[in-house]
């Protein structure tokens, strides 16, 4: 599993450290760890419904920040949860961009067993880096 739910969080956050051998990887990674948190199988998502994301920031922990915020987005404006597929992480002139899709479902509580409600990704102790051969990162989700 590329991604291991770390206890140092407090009680209203779920912080976890993610990790890939590539950065397109890592931040696939960061996403099933995000959608782990709120429903317990990843594999009861299915890619029903599929959502383009592009997001740019000037750093990467900013660019890790907006592409999990748009899980969150899509998962409360329209109760979907959603997977990521086809990462792709690039640099510009400006700093980084990312493509990718989300792929899920809305929210079946039938087949869906939940279990804490993501709100938000917090900047406290973001982090993404360089780790040996791959790159990792660290991140905060209030629930």
Do not use: Q
Request: charged letters at 25%; glycine letters at 8%; hydrophobic letters at 45%.
């Amino acid at each position: 599993m590329p991604y291991e739910y770390l206890d140092e969080g407090v009680t209203a956050d779920v912080t976890f450290h993610a990790s890939g051998g590539d950065l397109d990887a890592l931040f696939t990674a960061a996403a099933d760890a995000t959608i782990n948190v709120m429903v317990e199988e990843l594999d009861s998502v299915r890619p029903l419904v599929v959502r383009p994301v592009h997001v740019e920031a000037e750093a990467l922990d900013l660019l890790l920040f907006r592409f999990l915020g748009e899980i969150l987005f899509y998962k409360d404006a329209e109760a979907l949860l959603a997977r990521a597929r086809h990462v792709a992480v690039e640099t510009t002139a400006s700093g980084f961009r990312l493509r990718a899709e989300l792929c899920g479902e809305r929210i079946d509580p039938s087949r869906h067993r939940l279990a804490a409600d993501a709100k938000g990704v917090t900047l406290h102790g973001l982090r993404v880096g360089r780790e040996g051969d791959g790159w990792g990162a660290t991140v905060t989700l209030d629930v």
